[in-house]
C-alpha cells in the first residue's frame, strides 16, 4: 500500500471512529426542568457557597486535558511526516 493510499485509510478511519461520539453528543436528551439549578439562589434569595476544592480541580483538569491533546496532535503529526516530509514535525 502507497503512502498516500494509507495516509487517506488513517484519515478515513478516525473520521468514521468520531462519528458515533459526535452524534451521542449531538442527540442527548433534554433537560430535566424539575432538577434544580446549582447555580440559582436557594428558596431564601442566598446564594450558594463556592467549593475551592471544585474550582481547583476544574483548572487543574483543564490544564491537564489540553496537555493531552496537544501531545496526541504532536505525536500525529511526527507519525504523518514519516510518509509525508511536507507535514513538519514539532
Do not use: Y
Not at 33 to 57: C, L, R, T
Not at 59 to 69: A, D, E, P, S, V
Not at 81 to 87: A, E, F, M, W
Amino acid at each position: 500500500m502507497s503512502a498516500p493510499r494509507l495516509v487517506a485509510a488513517a484519515v478515513l478511519v478516525l473520521a468514521l471512529g468520531a462519528g458515533p461520539l459526535t452524534m451521542a453528543t449531538a442527540t442527548a436528551g433534554p433537560v430535566n426542568p424539575s432538577f434544580p439549578n446549582p447555580g440559582a439562589p436557594d428558596s431564601n434569595g442566598q446564594q450558594p457557597k463556592k467549593d475551592e476544592h471544585v474550582d481547583k480541580a476544574e483548572k487543574l483538569g483543564g490544564g491537564l486535558i489540553t496537555k493531552l491533546i496537544d501531545s496526541a496532535a504532536d505525536t500525529l503529526k511526527c507519525t504523518l511526516n514519516i510518509p509525508i516530509p511536507t507535514v513538519k514535525c514539532g
